[in-house]
């Protein structure tokens, strides 16, 4: 495989730093909410429920911004 393929293969867009930080803010405020929401007591301490609720925003993520979600 050509170098120049291999490298089209790996694209991934960029957006510049201040743009990714505005359009994660609302699932980082989500994420933040849930957490407040456990140590107050509203929601059980639970490693499952926080797993789930974490895969749900994940995929939010990722189904609302596509290509421009972020990636771990």
């Known amino acids: ?3 120049t393929l291999q490298r089209f293969m790996r ?6 730093q201040p ?4 359009m994660s803010l ?3 405020t989500a994420r933040a909410q849930y957490a407040n929401a456990v140590r107050a007591g509203l929601v ?9 609720f974490e895969r749900s925003v994940d ?3 990722k189904l609302s911004y596509g290509l421009f979600a972020r990636r771990v």
Do not use: T
């Open 1 to 3: 495989m050509s170098a």
């Open 11 to 16: 694209f991934e867009p960029a957006l510049p």
């Open 19 to 22: 743009a990714q930080d505005l």
């Open 26 to 28: 609302p699932f980082d």
């Open 44 to 52: 059980a301490r639970s490693l499952l429920a926080s797993a789930r």
């Open 59 to 61: 995929a939010l993520e």
